[in-house]
């Protein structure tokens, strides 16, 4: 079973109403590392 990493995040962080900046703000990264998550570009 393979999980979708990027699908998975950008749907749990919509379902809950919270913005890219919300959410690194709230786990200490910038911005532009959640956007990179989220298109599949680095996840590290």
Do not use: C, F, Y
Not at 10 to 39: C, F, M, Y
């Amino acid at each position: 079973m393979e999980i979708n990493l990027k699908e998975k995040l950008r749907s749990l962080r919509l379902e809950k109403n919270i913005t890219q900046d919300a959410l690194a703000g709230h786990l200490g990264i910038t911005p532009q590392s959640v956007s990179k998550w989220e298109r599949g570009v680095s996840q590290t």
